[in-house]
């Protein structure tokens, strides 16, 4: 039998291992690619757990500041009332003491909050130092005169604490403004970096949709060459081989019927039948051969084309990875 050159198919092997080199250097690029993007995404969460301590650190001391703050400004009002209380009720000796003791009761019926109370405390207060410094002006006894320079300095003391706790409550105030803008400006960073990371998944959804369509169609054409120049070469064995097989047949025929004419060579004629016949066998088998040849081909083919789907496969799961970390890069 004459052997059969096979041009297309050489070339399609050429043309898969030019694909599959490419493959390879896209394969081992994006390998870069991705240690690359690991390194970036270990450094990333790092700082971002880094930050996430100190954030924590930071507002459990600001949430202890608070709390030590509240308390002393609790503990300040409790004195400053308990002291203001124990001043009021100390002036019964006088028809004035008494009026302004009436008006404190009034006071503490109808606004038992401190915070409500400290504006007519602080009236009454004054009050008290007008009278007593108008008592010393008027009072001729030196202890008596004592007393009421006591009396009149403890409550001059209880306004400069009075005032220090009003300027407490004013920081006190600006501190949690402060606290509530930076936590609003904090919660409208992390909104914008959600949306621009909802942006960047939906950009690299687009891509991912674009290649796949693009791979398909290559994979698809592929695979229309390769049946094609299978079906030509199957068609061409086949018609070698039957060719043989019909050369043979005719000229078996011929023999038998020399051998029926020439029966004195019948030993000779038994002979060159046998050799036919084997020949026949051996046509045979390598029929049998050639068809498992074909089938072993398609398996082969089938095989390469998984292994193309796989690489390609491969290569956009990358190429996403690759997107991912530059839209990263672009926004950090």
Not at 245 to 274: A, G, M, P, Y
Request: aromatic fraction near 8%; proline fraction near 1%; glycine fraction near 0%.
């Amino acid at each position: 039998m004459n052997k059969v050159e096979l041009p297309s198919n050489l070339r399609i092997q050429n043309f898969l291992q030019n694909e599959l080199t490419k493959t390879d250097k896209y394969v081992k690029q994006h390998e870069k690619e991705l240690n690359t993007l690991q390194k970036y995404q270990k450094i990333i969460s790092q700082n971002c757990q880094s930050n996430k301590e100190k954030l924590s650190q930071l507002f459990s001391k600001q949430f202890e500041l608070d709390q030590q703050l509240k308390e002393k400004n609790n503990q300040l009002k409790q004195k400053r009332f308990l002291n203001e209380q124990s001043y009021l009720q100390q002036q019964k000796e006088k028809d004035y003491l008494q009026a302004l003791d009436s008006y404190w009761s009034y006071q503490q019926n109808f606004y038992p909050n401190i915070d409500y109370m400290s504006d007519s405390v602080e009236k009454s207060r004054q009050q008290l130092v007008q009278y007593y410094e108008h008592q010393l002006s008027l009072e001729e006894n030196q202890s008596e005169r004592n007393q009421i320079k006591q009396k009149i300095f403890q409550l001059r003391d209880a306004q400069i604490k009075y005032n220090k706790c009003r300027s407490i409550e004013g920081k006190i105030k600006k501190a949690e403004k402060l606290r509530i803008q930076r936590f609003d400006t904090s919660v409208e960073k992390i909104k914008k970096h959600e949306q621009h990371i909802l942006d960047v998944m939906y950009q690299n959804q687009i891509l991912s949709e674009r290649k796949s369509d693009y791979f398909k169609n290559k994979i698809h054409m592929l695979k229309e060459k390769l049946c094609l120049s299978e079906l030509e070469q199957g068609q061409k064995r086949l018609d070698q081989v039957s060719k043989a097989i019909e050369k043979d047949n005719h000229r078996l025929k011929v023999k038998v019927n020399c051998e029926k004419i020439n029966q004195q060579n019948d030993s000779i004629h038994i002979n060159h039948l046998e050799d036919k016949l084997n020949k026949i066998s051996s046509l045979e088998e390598i029929k049998k051969i050639l068809k498992k040849g074909r089938h072993q081909i398609t398996n082969n083919m089938q095989q390469q084309k998984s292994e193309i789907v796989q690489q390609i496969d491969d290569l956009r799961n990358s190429s996403l990875k690759s997107s991912i970390y530059q839209s990263q890069l672009l926004y950090y």
